[in-house]
């Protein structure tokens, strides 16, 4: 009988587990993860075009079209023909949008505390780290970040609420 056991299915389950918990956050606010995660990155890219958000994503143009078109219908994101480019359309976040943000970044905190309060704020934090290195050593790098600079000192995603280690401030909202 075989008893080993993937390390990446564990991880995989965890992350199940988390997202399904944000998932059920975010949706008090109307949300869903990736749309979060796309207003979080507009919000840090000021504007992009949809062909830069789903290279950002790895998700396939037509993909992010999709969700596009729900963040615009939902007033989150405006679309506008490109300054110098008139064939071009970019993205933006549209003051409902920007107004939504402390929401998502509250919901991200109580996220991040509840890993805290599981598995102990020390352990977060390696987690955290070695999540990072994982994701990094991969290819991998926060949307709406410039992947060469990308790294601890640029993985801020509340903003000055958010510890150089990596682990959010307790109180702050």
């Given at each position: 009988?075989?008893?080993?056991?993937?390390?990446?299915?564990l991880?995989?389950?965890?992350?199940?587990?988390?997202?399904?918990?944000?998932?059920?956050?975010?949706?008090?606010?109307?949300?869903?993860?990736r749309?979060?995660?796309?207003?979080?990155?507009?919000?840090?890219?000021?504007?992009?075009?949809?062909?830069?958000?789903?290279?950002?994503?790895?998700?396939?143009?037509?993909?992010?079209s999709?969700?596009?078109?729900?963040?615009?219908?939902?007033?989150?994101?405006?679309?506008?023909?490109?300054?110098?480019?008139?064939?071009s359309?970019?993205?933006?976040?549209?003051?409902?949008?920007?107004?939504?943000?402390?929401?998502?970044?509250?919901?991200?905190?109580?996220?991040d505390?509840?890993?805290?309060?599981?598995?102990?704020?020390?352990?977060?934090?390696?987690?955290?780290?070695?999540?990072?290195?994982?994701r990094?050593?991969?290819?991998?790098?926060?949307?709406?970040?410039?992947?060469?600079?990308?790294?601890?000192?640029?993985?801020?995603?509340?903003?000055?609420?958010?510890n150089?280690?990596?682990?959010?401030?307790?109180?702050?909202?």
């Open positions: 009988m075989d008893t080993y056991t993937s390390q990446m299915h991880l995989l389950h965890a992350a199940d587990l988390i997202e399904d918990r944000l998932r059920q956050s975010l949706s008090a606010i109307g949300m869903r993860p749309q979060a995660r796309i207003l979080d990155a507009l919000d840090r890219m000021g504007s992009a075009s949809q062909a830069d958000l789903a290279r950002a994503f790895d998700i396939t143009p037509a993909s992010m999709t969700m596009t078109a729900r963040l615009i219908e939902a007033g989150l994101i405006s679309r506008e023909v490109h300054p110098s480019e008139a064939r359309n970019v993205l933006r976040l549209s003051a409902h949008g920007r107004g939504l943000l402390s929401e998502i970044h509250a919901v991200w905190r109580d996220v505390l509840l890993i805290d309060d599981t598995i102990g704020a020390e352990n977060a934090r390696t987690l955290a780290a070695l999540t990072r290195s994982l990094d050593g991969l290819g991998g790098y926060a949307p709406g970040r410039d992947p060469v600079t990308s790294g601890p000192a640029s993985d801020k995603p509340y903003g000055d609420n958010w150089p280690d990596g682990s959010p401030e307790r109180g702050t909202s």
